[in-house]
């Protein structure tokens, strides 16, 4: 299974910006997928994730209520709807999937990675 995270860039705070995670080499319909993201001198972080199968999410506290993280089976596409962002975001975010329906927030439990898109936040 290959990802591909795209969708980063630079934006004020208080904007909006959507990432979008597609899979391919095999449909993720048994698949959990997640998205983390990692700022300069800070671990790798849990943001949200989504089961394939119902599509139960589960999100960060930092980001509860402003991030939403769906998915279109049809186009093994996974997206993060980031709304009111602030400095405090900025990092590279990364999309990640793992066999199963569990939604895991630690990042050793994933078994695929894409390669990161970085997101800029300016005050």
């Known amino acids: 299974v290959q990802l591909q995270a795209s969708g980063g860039g630079l934006v004020q705070a208080g904007d909006s910006l959507r990432l979008s995670c597609a899979a391919s080499?095999?449909?993720?319909?048994?698949?959990?997928t997640a998205w983390f993201r990692q700022a300069p001198g800070k671990e790798r972080e849990f943001v949200a994730g989504?089961?394939?199968?119902?599509?139960?999410?589960y999100y960060a506290d930092s980001v509860k209520g402003r991030f939403i993280i769906s998915r279109d089976n049809a186009e093994n596409t996974v997206y993060l709807q980031m709304n009111s962002l602030k400095p405090e975001d900025t990092a590279v975010y990364y999309c990640a999937g793992r066999i199963g329906p569990q939604l895991d927030p630690s990042a050793a439990s994933y078994d695929y990675w894409g390669q990161g898109t970085l997101v800029t936040v300016s005050s």
């Open positions: 080499g095999r449909t993720f319909s048994s698949y959990t």
């Open positions: 989504i089961r394939w199968s119902g599509g139960r999410t």
